[in-house]
């Protein structure tokens, strides 16, 4: 049984990896990293473009990622995550369907507005076509499947507009789909027209990601697949006992599909311990957010844009840094269990509070090589880990 082991052996956070390590026993990390197509599967940076009208194409002083630091970061492919938040924008009806359509029309747009820098991808060789040429690949998966607002042939709509995975259920359930965030997820896996679902993406050549499914929706899905099955943002339970994390049967099963697990950075779900102590934190800085909501004019996603950000400085205060060795654990743990052609990245970029102190935006994914190499992998098995993988699992979904 492999072991959380190497957390024992990571530098302390004061003497962690620098971009442009000098590291002189192994290969220069930058040009491994550099020869590398990196993929990462999830980041919310759409939901800023069309709440705060943010232009990624120029670099941003605050967020994780824009085309600047992701060429800085050698980030060749973005899968930008369309999501509605139920809360808002309800579990199905016309506006969760609206604020799907907006965020893939922003991600459109990005592209036919620069196209020296960005390019729309679908398909694996689009991503290594627009990676040889210098530019960037912007992908599209739907996270939780609101806006499919229980009509099948809404599936191939999205499909059409570009979408290329989709996650069935975000942190709310649908009557189709379980999710690992709420109470009625805990017991419910998808139902007949979940399934149509699952096996209209597969004929489609639509990706199905499992990272905010439910246990018992999970495993439904496993039954259901034919195509790989796969998690964009998730980490190993083993190491952080959290029901967005997956446990070792559920790794070993991804694997069997030829899928994977891309390992998520947000502290929550890869930190053991971080979890409770920003729930103490959260208790603490209550009023602060409450005062940042109230203070906020505009939309409720715009009030909620603003209480991330009294949050996101706050934990920097007041949480132990976490570094990106913490990311390679889960990486590192992945292969021992299931071999290295079944882990990925998903970072969750623009969507989380927290970040590891190195790998902090995306110009930092050079430290995620240097860490792989510092921990003995080999350049093929980091250029794997870094996009291949993906790479490998998108041809088998696009496969008919
Ligand atoms: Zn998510």
Redesign the pocket.
């Known amino acids: 049984m492999p072991q959380n082991s190497n957390a024992d052996n990571a530098p302390p956070a004061a003497s962690a990896p620098k971009v442009n390590s000098d590291l002189k026993s192994v290969d220069d990390p930058r040009s491994v990293h550099q020869r590398a197509i990196l993929i990462d599967m999830?980041a919310?940076t759409v939901q800023r473009m069309i709440d705060e009208g943010t232009d990624i194409n120029a670099r941003l002083a605050d967020g994780h990622l824009d085309a600047p630091r992701m060429k800085e970061g050698g980030l060749d492919a973005q899968f930008f995550?369309i999501?509605v938040e139920p809360q808002y924008f309800g579990v199905g009806g016309k506006s969760a369907i609206e604020r799907a359509d907006k965020q893939i029309a922003a991600v459109r747009a990005l592209a036919e507005q620069h196209p020296e820098t960005w390019e729309l991808a679908t398909t694996a060789a689009d991503v290594r076509r627009i990676a040889a040429a210098g530019r960037l690949a912007a992908l599209m998966g739907l996270?939780g499947g609101y806006a499919i607002d229980e009509r099948l042939e809404n599936v191939e709509k999205y499909y059409r507009l570009g979408v290329r995975y989709l996650?069935p259920a975000?942190?709310v359930s649908l009557s189709w789909a379980g999710s690992s965030g709420d109470e009625v997820g805990q017991t419910r896996g998808l139902n007949e027209f979940g399934r149509a679902v699952v096996a209209e993406m597969n004929r489609l050549g639509i990706m199905v990601d499992v990272?905010?499914v439910s246990d018992q929706t999970f495993w439904d899905i496993i039954e259901t697949s034919t195509k790989p099955v796969i998690a964009t943002?998730s980490g190993v339970r083993s190491i952080v006992n959290v029901p967005r994390n997956l446990t070792d049967d559920q790794l070993r099963a991804l694997a069997r599909t030829g899928g994977l697990c891309a390992v998520v950075f947000y502290p929550r779900f890869i930190e053991p311990g971080w979890q409770e102590a920003q729930r103490k934190v959260d208790a603490e800085i209550a009023p602060l957010v409450a005062e940042a909501s109230r203070k906020a004019t505009g939309t409720p996603a715009q009030k909620k844009l603003a209480r991330d950000r009294v949050r996101e400085r706050e934990y920097a205060k007041r949480l132990p840094p976490v570094s990106v060795a913490r990311v390679v654990d889960h990486i590192d743990y992945i292969v021992r269990l299931v071999g290295v052609d079944h882990v990925g990245v998903g970072s969750?970029f623009d969507?989380i509070q927290a970040v590891p102190h190195d790998l902090s935006t995306a110009a930092e994914f050079p430290n995620l090589t240097t860490e792989l190499l510092r921990r003995g992998y080999t350049e093929t098995d980091i250029h794997k880990i870094l996009g291949g993988n993906m790479l490998r699992v998108m041809e088998a979904v696009e496969r008919k």
């Open positions: 999830h919310d995550s999501w996270e996650s975000w942190s990272s905010h943002h969750d969507g």
